[in-house]
């Protein structure tokens, strides 16, 4: 399965993206997937992630009440709805796929087996 996300750019603050992740050559139903981000000199951070079924999801801190994770199992595609940007959330954005059908969402990023490419979000002030 390959992972390739998409949907970055440039945004100012107070503005919205929604960035998505489709999977080739395989399917998505059976990995939870998460999204993270790495800033310039930074490490790779969670972001949020959901459960194979989306019936679970969870979020950082930073983004609670902004962003929103989801899926469509049927397209093979998870999604991030990411509004009131803050310039703070500029990164590249990677997704991420953790095989399982797991009811827990990990936040680490040893235990995500397959990952995008990333695409660059920039949020000017």
């Known amino acids: 399965v390959q992972l390739q996300a998409s949907g970055g750019g440039l945004v100012q603050a107070g503005g919205s993206l929604r960035l998505s992740c489709a999977a080739s050559?395989?399917?998505?139903?059976?990995?939870?997937m998460g999204w993270f981000h790495q800033a310039p000199g930074k490490g790779r951070e969670f972001v949020s992630g959901?459960?194979?079924?989306?019936?679970?999801?969870y979020y950082a801190d930073s983004v609670k009440g902004r962003f929103t994770i989801s899926r469509d199992n049927a397209k093979n595609t998870v999604y991030l709805q990411m509004n009131s940007l803050k310039p703070e959330d500029t990164a590249v954005y990677y997704c991420?796929?953790?095989?399982?059908?797991?009811?827990?969402?990990?936040?680490?990023?040893?235990?995500?087996?397959?990952w995008g490419q990333g695409t660059q979000v920039t949020v000017s002030s």
């Open positions: 050559g395989g399917t998505l139903s059976t990995y939870n």
């Open positions: 959901i459960t194979w079924n989306g019936g679970n999801t």
């Open positions: 991420a796929a953790d095989w399982g059908r797991k009811t827990a969402i990990t936040i680490t990023t040893y235990e995500y087996e397959l």
